[in-house]
């Protein structure tokens, strides 16, 4: 029969000693408990009661051989029994969309060649091989004959310092392991973005298109929003009168058919964005229009929206499938014969475009909701380079050679 007993560690952590085996020889495990809620901390009795309960939990994983030591947990474990259930499936953690990436990357990269391995003999130089194997054309799963990009190799770096950067603060482990290996670079490439001329030809080539896409594509281009901030764009946080768009809602994942909705991607990102008055007049039209279809489709009884106005849908209500700007955007540009950009970079046009009119870098860190104002910096950087160079070459006209300078004539000096 297991003894156990509890010790007080520090303000809000206790440690629970469990004692099994035979008289003759009686084996220790030990596990801590820290406790966040204040509330509970302020309450001798219930806080009582919820560190026997975690003693008795912890007697029958000890009595019943369950109970795994930290220093004996599997990675593997780890990820699946405590940093899924406690840490990555809470969306104030990681985002929805997130959360399926470090699955992935984890299934896909990490677990065949570290997931076996208990959490105390994984070292460094484990991770520092494992990191540089990632190099190797075999460290694809797609049987392609080349390399990981580095992206995607930096990209794993980040979810296994995820993953063991929990398990050393719950005290599994002392130091993270990967803290000695270097993260890996990723050379950053220039943004694409249409300068003023390309703007014009993108949006001459919108208005042959349908007036919900056409008003889709300029909310990113002089509006500055995210792909998932408009998808998940409502009538409600529309003002027609003032000329405003509000970002409260983001929706970048959609699983069996169902969008998953989220709020903005930082504090920053929750923002007010105002708009020209010549959109503001094309939205208008566009409500009535969405009103219209509205009533057409209940009165069919094909509506799928139930009370929410989504301001861009498919037709029937519900929002569009997350991606699905992103494929229509890149018809829309071989249709037309447009420069390729990303989507994405729709937000770096309005960037270099409010740059050019002369505003602010703080202004455009407002517009686009950056929460770190390096992210702008870098934009304004690269766009202000281009603007270097066309300010330098308008001195091109006082050049000798279009002056007609004939210096070998000059008289010399005496």
């Given amino acids: ?59 029958k994983e000890v009595e019943s051989e369950e109970y795994i030591k930290p220093q004996k947990m599997t990675l593997d ?39 076996y391995k208990e959490l105390g003999v994984i070292k460094t130089l484990h991770l520092v091989t494992f990191i540089n194997d990632l190099s190797k054309p075999e460290a694809r799963k797609d049987n392609k004959n080349k390399p990981l990009s580095a992206g995607t190799i930096q990209y794993i770096y980040r979810v296994l310092k995820n993953i063991l950067q929990r398990a050393t603060e719950w005290q599994l482990i002392k130091v993270n392991p990967l803290i000695g290996v270097k993260r890996p670079k990723v050379q950053q490439t220039e943004s694409l973005y249409y300068d003023e001329n390309e703007t014009k030809e993108v949006i001459t080539a919108l208005y042959d298109e349908p007036r919900k896409w056409r008003l889709f594509i300029l909310g990113a281009l002089i509006g500055g929003f995210r792909r998932g901030e408009l998808v998940g764009l409502e009538w409600k946080d529309v003002n027609l009168n003032e000329g405003t768009m509000d970002v409260v809602n983001s929706i970048s994942l959609t699983e069996k058919g169902k969008a998953i909705e989220k709020g903005p991607k930082n504090s920053s990102s929750k923002r007010t964005v105002a708009l020209p008055e010549w959109y503001i007049d094309e939205m ?58 990303r989507f994405h970079d729709l937000r770096h046009s309005c960037a270099s475009l409010l740059i050019e009119a002369g505003a602010s870098m703080k202004a455009i860190q407002k517009q686009l909701g950056h929460a770190r104002e390096q992210t702008t910096s870098d934009i304004y950087a690269h766009v202000t380079k281009k603007l270097s160079r066309d300010t330098a070459e308008k001195f091109n006209k006082f050049a000798p050679q279009n002056l007609q300078v004939h210096t070998s004539n000059k008289p010399s000096a005496k």
């Fill in 77 to 115: 474990h780890f990820f699946e029994n405590e940093w899924k259930p406690k840490y990555a499936s809470n969306s104030d953690n990681l985002s929805p969309l997130a959360y399926r990436t470090y699955q992935t990357y984890y299934a896909s990269h990490i677990k065949a060649e570290l997931g």
């Fill in 1 to 59: 029969m297991a003894s156990g007993s509890i010790e007080k560690r520090g303000p809000n952590s206790w440690r629970l000693i469990v004692e099994a085996g035979d008289s003759g020889k009686r084996d220790r495990q030990y596990k801590t408990i820290r406790i966040e809620d204040k509330a509970l901390l302020r309450t001798t009795k219930k806080l009582k009661e919820f560190l026997e309960d975690e003693l008795h939990t912890f007697k």
């Fill in 284 to 341: 208008k039209i566009h409500r009535r229009e969405w009103i219209k279809e509205m009533w057409e489709a209940k009165d069919l009884m094909v509506w799928k929206g139930e009370e929410r106005e989504y301001v861009f849908h498919g037709g029937l209500g519900k929002p569009y499938y997350h991606s699905y700007p992103y494929r229509w955007w890149t018809r829309f540009m071989e249709r037309h014969d447009l420069k390729k950009i």
